[in-house]
């Protein structure tokens, strides 16, 4: 039985009619009347109109020179990592060619998607976390051409994060925030080329845009507010559990910051440490409102109705501090990203270790991880058969098998190798010939 210390009291977060609506109209205007569109909302949003919202290398070069050197190379120690990770992770992905049968070949490629967009958001933070997981991930998987966006702050080009986008190896930076950015991207237009695949986060306009946009380019994941859900034993230090859960809450005022346990006394003890760091907290504006409206605290019987409990959120982010945290891979099934023991913290994750951070939200998680290399790829398969037996024999079965579903054209491609490879008769095909012969005169092909 769960007892609940804290409960979210939070407004609904679906997708409201307004933001629908809204982004809708963008996506049309810029689909009917292009960059002029594109700039018209740049100005409007961002207060943004440059003659060129593309970078030039030189303006890029001049840029990163003002970034402070150790922000340069801590950003290269934190490509590196995910680097490694999506290496790794192409490396996993094999293609392959079998024989199924004599004669008959099977196989699979991976082929890289053409061009790739990159959204960095910016506005309040500049998130130059998401230029190494958008950019460098995708150029692991060898995209040709990854071009990549993030908006102005505060009608200022932000430097740390085209830093981030120069060193992961973009080949297209442009200034340009918000839904113009991403039907842009989507669409194309007289001075931007349209991309395959979208991806990075963004605010709930920008998400809604990825969202209409689906099935005319690809997109990594439905994204909605960031989350974190604990699992913490009485082996917790309830102090960093605190600290912990209001690191993702800062992310905004709709993220979900839960906290399940097996122990009451350290339930009420991250309540209490929460509301003493709170107060002093810089972000406090998104933190408070996060905490207060969608925070919540549940106590269980044991750890294997923790995992239960934590399986039905489907969480973005679990973080497991028990005892023994490595439970937790042979029992949970249902997370964007997993993190074991004290040692480490969803921030890491974040900002540091290498591990993709887009990743499912709203319960995406029990059916979908998160952006990875494979994402950027196309699994394709091809297939020749060069044994005429067995062609002939796959032609037998296919055309059974395709008339037990009236696909009687299907079923004609297999007949036509039966015959051509074992001597059998096409009996349809006498019979159509007669019947053409049968037809009305003004009915007979005319050979010209």
Not at 175 to 181: E, K, M, T
Not at 188 to 201: K, S, Y
Not at 223 to 228: D, V
Not at 399 to 409: K, N, Q, T
Request: charged share 20%.
């Amino acid at each position: 039985m769960t007892q609940v210390l804290k409960s979210a009291r939070g407004a609904d977060m679906r997708r409201s009619a307004a933001v629908h609506d809204t982004v809708a109209q963008i996506i049309a205007d810029i689909r009917a009347r292009g960059d002029d569109a594109v700039r018209e909302y740049s100005n409007k949003f961002d207060s943004w109109s440059p003659n060129s919202f593309l970078l030039s290398r030189d303006e890029i070069e001049r840029i990163v020179s003002h970034v402070p050197e150790q922000v340069l190379e801590d950003m290269r120690f934190v490509q590196q990592q995910v680097r490694n990770f999506a290496q790794a992770q192409r490396d996993s992905m094999r293609e392959f060619e079998v024989e199924t049968l004599p004669g008959v070949r099977l196989g699979q490629r991976h082929i890289p998607v053409a061009a790739s967009g990159a959204y960095v958001p910016g506005g309040r933070y500049p998130l130059t976390a998401s230029a190494h997981m958008t950019v460098v991930t995708a150029k692991v998987a060898g995209v040709p051409r990854v071009a990549a966006c993030t908006p102005p702050m505060r009608g200022e080009v932000p430097p740390a994060t085209i830093a981030a986008m120069s060193l992961a190896g973009a080949d297209e930076i442009r200034v340009l925030g918000g839904v113009q950015a991403i039907a842009a991207l989507a669409l194309g237009t007289e001075t931007i080329g349209r991309v395959d695949l979208l991806t990075g986060p963004g605010n709930a306009y920008v998400a809604e845009a990825k969202r209409q946009l689906f099935g005319e380019v690809g997109i990594d994941l439905f994204a909605g507010p960031t989350e974190i859900l604990i699992i913490a034993d009485e082996h917790a230090d309830p102090f960093v559990v605190a600290v912990d859960l209001l690191s993702q809450a800062e992310h905004g005022p709709d993220s979900p910051a839960i906290l399940i346990t097996t122990s009451e006394p350290l339930g009420r003890q991250v309540i209490e440490h929460i509301g003493q760091v709170l107060p002093g907290m810089p972000t406090r504006d998104m933190a408070e409102p996060a905490w207060r409206d969608h925070g919540q605290v549940h106590v269980v019987g044991n750890i294997d109705d923790a995992f239960a409990l934590a399986d039905s959120y489907a969480s973005e982010h679990v973080q497991v501090l028990t005892r023994e945290p490595r439970r937790a891979l042979e029992q949970l099934r249902n997370y964007g990203a997993l993190f074991l023991g004290e040692g480490t913290c969803v921030s890491y994750g974040d900002k540091v270790i290498g591990t993709n951070h887009v990743l499912p939200t709203r319960g995406a998680a029990r059916y979908t991880g998160g952006l990875w290399v494979g994402k950027f790829l196309k699994t394709v398969t091809h297939q020749e058969v060069t044994d005429s037996s067995a062609s002939a024999r796959l032609g037998e079965v296919c055309g059974r098998a395709a008339r037990v579903e009236l696909f009687e054209g299907h079923a004609r491609s297999g007949d036509v190798r039966v015959a051509k490879h074992s001597g059998a008769p096409l009996g349809w095909r006498d019979h159509d010939e007669t019947a053409a012969d049968n037809r009305p005169a003004a009915m007979q092909p005319r050979l010209t």
